[in-house]
């Protein structure tokens, strides 16, 4: 399976930005997609995943609200649309493909979940 992230770019606090994740390979829809975050000088945090088939979402508590995920799949693309963004929403955004799949997503959220990366979109929320 290979990522290829994009959309990232300079915001102003306040505006949005959507990012795009590429997927190509041996995907499958019983596989989730999902988005981390890393800040400078910080771990990679989970943000979302959505589950290919039938589109189930989970969030980190501090995006819900403001970031949606979703997919195309058609495209085999997944996205993160990000509203509100404030300067702590800085960071390099990585997209990763699960394996194996797990219907619970709640249990995806740590990076050992996911065996496939893209190369991460940089965003840079200006204040």
């Known amino acids: 399976v290979q990522l290829q992230a994009s959309g990232g770019g300079l915001v102003p606090a306040g505006g949005s930005l959507r990012l795009s994740c590429a997927a190509s390979g041996r995907t499958s829809s019983q596989n989730n997609m999902g988005w981390f975050r890393q800040a400078p000088g910080k771990e990679r945090d989970f943000v979302a995943v959505?589950?290919?088939?039938?589109?189930?979402?989970y969030y980190a508590d501090f995006v819900k609200g403001r970031f949606t995920i979703s997919r195309d799949n058609a495209k085999n693309t997944v996205y993160l649309q990000m509203n509100s963004l404030k300067a702590e929403d800085t960071a390099v955004y990585y997209c990763a493909y699960d394996s194996p799949p797990l219907s619970i997503l709640s249990a995806r959220t740590g990076e050992s979940s996911y065996d496939y990366w893209g190369q991460g979109t940089l965003v840079t929320v200006s204040s």
């Open positions: 959505i589950r290919w088939s039938g589109g189930r979402t």
